[in-house]
T-cell receptor, first 110, second 114 residues
Framework: DQQVKQNSPSLSVQEGRISILNCDYT??????FLWYKKYPAEGPTFLIS?????DKNEDGRFTVFLNKSAKHLSLHIVPSQPGDSAVYFC?????????FGAGTRLTVKP | KAGVTQTPRYLIKTRGQQVTLSCSPI?????VSWYQQTPGQGLQFLFE???????NKGNFPGRFSGRQFSNSRSEMNVSTLELGDSALYLC?????????????FGNGTRLTVT
């Protein structure tokens, strides 16, 4: 069962604009959420995380928003750069259980 | 610190064979997890080891097994390979077990079963 869903397999944005990647989850027990970025031929790298006690966490150009009532989180990248082109995975965890979404391929066009 | 190292990077096997993949975690990391990545399926959790003990296991058949050594290095074994086992296998380490510790991934082993 897909407890973590990324419904957009791909997203294309213009350099300098905002990229918004979305993620939905079904398990209300998840209390920690993470975003990973993956380039081809490399493993995913940790990007940013948020605890369920917060609704926003910011790190430079990257901001993650959490809406617990809607069981939805999003990653905002502002401004988007061509080097941000990668596959982005969201992950949700509860104690010992971490689940990943299927990923969204972001393409930032110069 | 050196990152997570996975060997080999690529493997080609035929159906029915078995395969062993190796993972060396970041120094000091005692938790090692394994994931399978296939197109459209994201990262599917296989199992997690902490201090040589399997702490958690995903929904995979018993053909998939693993172990962790006293130096935290881990191996994953797949027996009686099937075509559907073709995937990228990722190993990740973290300082502690539990879901609140970010994972550090290796570059994966690309397994092709023919």
């Amino acid at each position: 069962d897909q407890q973590v869903k990324q419904n957009s397999p791909s997203l294309s944005v213009q350099e300098g604009r905002i990229s918004i990647l979305n993620c939905d989850y079904t398990n209300s027990m998840f209390d920690y959420f993470l975003w990973y970025k993956k380039y081809p031929a490399e493993g995913p790298t940790f990007l940013i995380s948020i605890s369920s006690i917060k609704d926003k966490n910011e790190d430079g150009r990257f901001t993650v928003f959490l809406n617990k009532s809607a069981k939805h989180l999003s990653l905002h990248i502002v401004p988007s750069q061509p080097g941000d082109s990668a596959v982005y995975f969201c992950a949700a965890s509860a104690k010992d259980d971490m689940r990943f979404g299927a990923g969204t391929r972001l393409t930032v066009k110069p | 610190k050196a990152g997570v190292t996975q060997t080999p990077r690529y493997l080609i096997k035929t159906r029915g064979q078995q395969v062993t993949l190796s993972c060396s975690p970041i120094s000091g990391h005692r938790s090692v997890s394994w994931y399978q990545q296939t197109p459209g399926q994201g990262l599917q959790f296989l199992f997690e080891y902490f201090s040589e003990t399997q702490r958690n296991k995903g929904n995979f058949p018993g053909r998939f097994s693993g172990r962790q050594f006293s130096n935290s290095r881990s191996e994953m074994n797949v027996s009686t390979l099937e075509l559907g086992d073709s995937a990228l296998y990722l190993c990740a380490s973290s300082e502690r077990t539990g879901g609140n510790s970010p994972l550090h991934f290796g570059n994966g082993t690309r397994l092709t079963v023919t």
